[in-house]
Every structure is written in C-alpha cells, then in structure tokens.
C-alpha cells in the first residue's frame, strides 16, 4: 500500500513569490491534515480536512495560505505571496476515522525556503 | 490547554545501552499520548500510542512507553539501543479539550558504536 506523497521535497522561491504544495493522502483516507515545522519550533498542526471540506483551519497562520482539497482526494497548500518566516518543513498526514486516537500518517514533507 | 514537554533535545547513547526520552504532557481531560519517530528524510512514523488500556504501552522496534497520570508523564524506553534507532523522536498529545494534536519539540537521539 503506498503511503503518504508530497511534492516537491524541496522547493526554494524568493520572498514574494507563490509556491504551491501537494500531497496525496493514502487511498480512502477521508481525513487529510497540514502541519509546519519551522526551524528550531514544534511541530505545529495547520488544518484538518474532512473528505473535501474543512473540519478545523484554525492553525493556518494568515490569508496568504490557502489549503483546498477538491474531490476529496490529494490537497494542495499555496503561500501567497511567500515571506521569509515561512520556510520551514510542511508535512502531511491522512488517517482513516479522524478520531482523536485514530493513528496519522505522515508523508516525508516539502521544505521550503523562502529568500 | 494542552501541552507537551520534552525534557531533553538531544540524547546520546552507546549502542546495547537503554534508552530513555522523557515527555511531560498537560492536559484538561483524559489525552491520548503517542511517540512518533523521523528518520532522516522519511515521514513521521508512529512507534506506539496510548489510548486510556493498559498504561505499558509496546510500540514497534522494542520500545515501549509507561503512562503515568500522577507524574503527567509519557516516558519512551528501549532496552538496548541499536544503530538503526538513530533519529529524532517525537511526544503527542491528543484530547477532547482542545481536539488538537499537539506536538513536543522533539528529542534527536544519537547512538554511538
């Protein structure tokens, strides 16, 4: 069974610009969740979907981010315009039941740097 | 609120020795605790959860984890350490309260030859 992707692993923009992260949750995980890690910090949860719609978004640090899930399926999280405090490791996880024991699992994350 | 301490950032150990990473959790209603662990460039992996059973959690790998509600710990142990348990561990905790899940900072462990 493959697991959690995103892409790209990397990605290094200059400030300003937009970038645009993907991940794709293991099949028939109705549950996909984005967390940040910034250097040096907690990891920290940025929002929570349910199948397509949005279940908590109460992490998600300003309106230059924008996370959507359409269908359902693989979510995408754009910056935009990117500012330098937003580099830092993105991760991704997607669970079957959502419930507060239900395990994630985690894709390897996107680090992005912003200069 | 919820919260989660890991009381070490980095711990070093001789490869054969136990291992022991300290979590301190707070939280308003019963939590569920987890430990995660990250290889380099890999996702996070969950190693063990607690979920208010047993409080000796086993995990995979010969870890395992002791719920303490008086002490509000979460303490990961292994035996004897190998080679391959080098990598950064991570402590969560989960409850109704605040129906986050919220991570430590993370201890990177080192083991040595």
């Known amino acids: 069974e493959a697991g959690v992707t995103q892409f790209p692993s990397h990605s290094v923009i200059e400030k300003g610009q937009t970038v645009t992260l993907r991940c794709d949750p293991i099949?028939?995980?109705?549950?996909l969740y984005w967390y940040r890690r910034v250097m040096g910090k907690e990891i920290k949860f940025l929002l929570h979907f349910v199948k397509e719609s949005k279940q908590d978004e109460s992490g998600m640090p300003n309106n230059r981010f924008l996370a959507e899930r359409t269908g359902g399926t693989y979510s995408t999280l754009k910056v935009q315009p990117a500012e330098l405090e937003d580099s830092g490791v993105y991760f991704c996880?997607?669970?079957?039941?959502?419930?507060?024991?239900?395990?994630?699992?985690f894709g390897p994350g996107t680090r992005l740097t912003v200069l | 609120a919820q919260s989660v301490t890991q009381l070490d950032s980095h711990v070093s150990v001789s490869e054969g020795t136990p291992v022991l990473l300290r979590c301190n959790y707070s939280?308003?209603?019963?939590?569920?605790l987890f430990w995660y662990v990250q290889h380099p460039n890999k996702g996070l992996q969950l190693l063990l959860k607690y979920t208010s059973a047993a409080t000796l959690v086993k995990g995979i790998n010969g870890f395992e984890a002791e719920f303490k509600k008086s002490e509000t710990s979460f303490h990961l142990t292994k035996p004897s350490a190998h080679m391959s348990d080098a990598a950064e561990y991570f402590c969560v905790v989960s409850d109704y309260g605040g129906f986050k899940t919220i991570f430590g900072a993370g201890t990177r462990l080192f083991v040595k030859a």
């Open positions: 939280s308003s209603y019963s939590p569920s």
């Open positions: 996880a997607s669970s079957q039941d959502g419930g507060l024991i239900d395990t994630q699992y």
């Open positions: 099949s028939g995980h109705d549950n």
